[in-house]
């Protein structure tokens, strides 16, 4: 349900008992909250209050009708505004109009009427217009710039509740994660919920501009700073201005550039590569990272004293593996989505499919998960999507060095695969993997294996 917000209406009349005739009979609706204004000065002082439609008696003592409605409509573009006037002029009422009035009433017995019908109907429209831009920052809140971040799990909840307060200020926020655990999508959210949605939102990846292009690419330069620097380029953090910069990869900044960062980011200017005018910026920043950047700091390799000023809230992103059956609702939705989006009559994942996705241990998380089962929806001949159908790697080619999972967790997913491919069978796994079958049924009673 909408809250029902007052419907703010100012009425601009000198003369008190018209005035406070219309006053009377507007305020007859109790969600109306009506104010009179004797002059135009005091109602142009008190536009800052918002209201959703004004009177305005086209003869006041400090201004005529025309001055008013334009000042009021330079202030408030999408306040609509009814002139009222003593006499009748033909050419007066079609000024009035051709300036933005919504209507032109002569005083007579008629007018409250009239002017009731009116108020009436614009009130109507400011609401579906108010409950619409509601509706849209919810959808906002919920999706942010258009994506769902789905998630049922506890700890994606509390990641939720962090997005929804990082949105409250401007605060640093650092999201950390595995690869395609959701960074990006979180700093989208954190972007079209806050103050600054409307304004631009500019991920730069560090990982994916050559080391020597990434100062111009932040910083921007001027024509002629280097060789190839045909025309002058605005930096991303320019670009950025008003809104949201997400620096993605930021373990991957080169030390003598942190420092430049650092410095840039508390002046809050920015000087071109090749320039010497600093141009002063206003930027929301959302760091991102699959490292840990606090064991970067320890090995010398990322600056303290940047990591302290980008430290700022931080997200820490599960795995997809430790968000328990969020596995099973992401992997459905991704399925009925790509089908509907590709006119496929709906498919269902077997409950083999579905065991088989609970185990897997998903290196590349929520983007390999996304991949995997799009290719099984493609691949699957009637409306059912069998386990065979997930062209999901084994453990060992799953896992790499660079999947960032420690030893014991790509351990565990090895044995967990070559268990699941052998159907339980812990003897026979314990062959293929050359160990003691005593240390699978150990890691089982540990609740570190499933089987059965
Ligand atoms: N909770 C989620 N709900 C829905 N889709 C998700 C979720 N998390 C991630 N995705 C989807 O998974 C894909 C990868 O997400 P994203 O790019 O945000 O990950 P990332 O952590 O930034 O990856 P990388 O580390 O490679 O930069 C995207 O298609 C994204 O929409």
Same mark, same amino acid.
């Given at each position: ?5 007052? +419907?703010?209406?100012? &009425? ?8 406070? /005739? /219309? ?17 135009? %000065? ?19 003592? $400090? ?9 009021? %409509? ?33 005083k007579?017995?008629?007018? /409250? ?28 809140v @919920? ?16 990641? =939720? ?11 640093t ?8 655990t ?19 939102f ?20 001027? %024509? ?9 380029? &605005? ?21 003598? /550039? ?8 508390q ?9 010497? =005018?600093?141009v002063? +910026? ?13 064991a ?15 430290l ?13 059956? $969020? ?6 939705? +991704? ?11 709906? @498919?269902?994942?077997? $409950? $083999? ?16 998960? %996304? ?21 999901? @790697? ?18 565990t ?40």
């Amino acid at each position: 349900m909408m809250p029902t917000l007052p +419907f703010k209406i100012f &009425v601009v009349e000198d003369n008190e008992w018209y005035g406070e /005739l /219309l006053v009377h009979r507007l305020g007859q609706n109790p969600n109306h909250s009506v104010l009179r204004f004797a002059t135009a %000065k005091a109602c142009i002082e008190q536009l800052g209050e918002q209201p959703d439609f004004i009177t305005l008696d086209y003869s006041l003592p $400090d201004a005529k009708g025309e001055q008013v409605l334009r000042q009021i %409509k330079e202030r408030l573009p999408g306040v609509e505004v009814i002139v009222i006037s003593g006499q009748e002029d033909v050419g007066t009422a079609v000024s009035m109009l051709r300036q933005g009035a919504y209507d032109y009433l002569v005083k007579d017995e008629n007018t /409250l009427d009239r002017l009731w019908n009116i108020v009436g109907k614009v009130e109507q429209q400011v609401r579906l217009r108010r409950e619409n831009s509601q509706l849209r920052q919810q959808i906002g809140v @919920r999706f942010g710039a258009g994506q769902p971040i789905l998630g049922e799990h506890q700890s994606m909840q509390h990641v =939720q509740t962090l997005i929804t307060k990082a949105a409250r200020t401007t605060i640093t926020v650092s999201v950390s994660g595995e690869t395609g655990t959701g960074k990006e999508l979180v700093a989208k959210a954190i972007h079209f919920q806050s103050g600054r949605a409307a304004q631009p939102f500019v991920a730069v990846n560090m990982a994916a501009i050559p080391r020597e292009l990434v100062e111009s690419e932040l910083f921007g330069h001027e %024509k002629g700073a280097f060789t190839g620097a045909v025309a002058r380029r &605005v930096g991303r953090l320019e670009e950025a201005n008003g809104g949201t910069l997400f620096l993605d990869e930021i373990a991957d900044l080169d030390l003598s /550039l942190q420092a430049k960062l650092l410095r840039v980011l508390q002046e809050r200017e920015v000087t071109r590569v090749g320039g010497n =005018q600093a141009v002063a +910026f206003d930027v929301r920043l959302i760091v991102a990272t699959h490292r840990d950047l606090l064991a970067e700091v320890q090995a010398g390799r990322f600056r303290e004293d940047l990591y302290y000023r980008l430290l700022g809230l931080p997200i820490a992103l599960p795995p997809l593996r430790q968000r328990g059956a $969020d596995v099973l609702l992401l992997a459905e939705v +991704f399925v009925r989505d790509f089908c509907a989006q590709n006119n496929l009559p709906p @498919r269902q994942l077997t $409950d $083999d499919a579905r065991e088989r996705l609970r185990t897997h241990p998903f290196p590349g998380n929520v983007r390999e998960l %996304k991949a995997v089962v799009e290719l099984a929806t493609v691949l699957a001949d009637g409306e059912l999507i069998d386990a065979n159908d997930l062209p999901l @790697r084994s453990g060992r080619a799953a896992m790499g060095a660079s999947s960032g999972l420690s030893l014991r967790e790509q351990t565990t997913a090895i044995v967990q695969n070559c268990l699941d491919e052998l159907n339980g069978d812990v003897l026979a796994a314990a062959a293929r993997l050359r160990i003691g079958k005593s240390t699978i049924y150990r890691m089982i009673q540990q609740q570190e294996l499933r089987v059965g």
